[in-house]
Nanobody, 123 residues
Framework: QVQLVESGGGLVQAGGSLRLSCAAS????????MGWFRQAPDKEREFVAA????????YYADSVKGRFTISRDDAKNTAYLQMNSLKTEDTAVYYC????????????????WGQGTQVTVSS
C-alpha cells in the first residue's frame, strides 16, 4: 500500500509564504499522480493543485493560480506545494493525495490520502 505524510503546515500572516511537503512510500508510489486538496471548517473539500506523473503537467484551482506551485522530487518520492501571497481564505486543512489514474485523483477520489496538515493564515 501507499502511505502519505504531510508536513510544513502552520500559522502565517496574510501575504506570507509556506511550503508543504508530502512524503510518499510504497511499491509503485513513484509512478503515481499526486495532488493537493483542502478543507475549511463547514465547507466541502476542494481541489487545489495536481501534477501528472508522466509529463509533469500541472493543474490549479482558479483561486490559487499564480500564487501556489505544485512540484515533485521523484528521487525523494516527495511532492511539494509552495504557497505564496497567502490570504485568510486559504486557511484550511491541506491533504496530499495519490492515485495511478489522473482523472480519479483530479475529482477527489484518489485511492490514497495523507492525514492532513493545518494551514492558518491570519490577517
Amino acid at each position: 500500500q501507499v502511505q502519505l505524510v504531510e508536513s510544513g503546515g502552520g500559522l502565517v500572516q496574510a501575504g506570507g509564504s509556506l511550503r508543504l511537503s508530502c512524503a510518499a512510500s510504497g511499491r509503485t508510489v513513484s509512478r503515481y499522480h499526486m495532488g493537493w486538496f483542502r478543507q475549511a471548517p463547514d465547507k466541502e473539500r476542494e481541489f487545489v493543485a495536481a501534477i501528472v506523473w508522466s509529463n509533469r503537467n500541472t493543474y490549479y484551482a482558479d483561486s490559487v493560480k499564480g500564487r501556489f506551485t505544485i512540484s515533485r522530487d521523484d528521487a525523494k518520492n516527495t511532492a511539494y506545494l509552495q504557497m505564496n501571497s497567502l490570504k485568510t481564505e486559504d486557511t484550511a486543512v491541506y491533504y496530499c493525495s495519490a492515485d495511478a489514474i489522473f482523472g480519479t485523483l483530479r475529482t477527489g477520489q484518489a485511492g490514497y490520502w495523507g492525514q492532513g496538515t493545518q494551514v492558518t493564515v491570519s490577517s
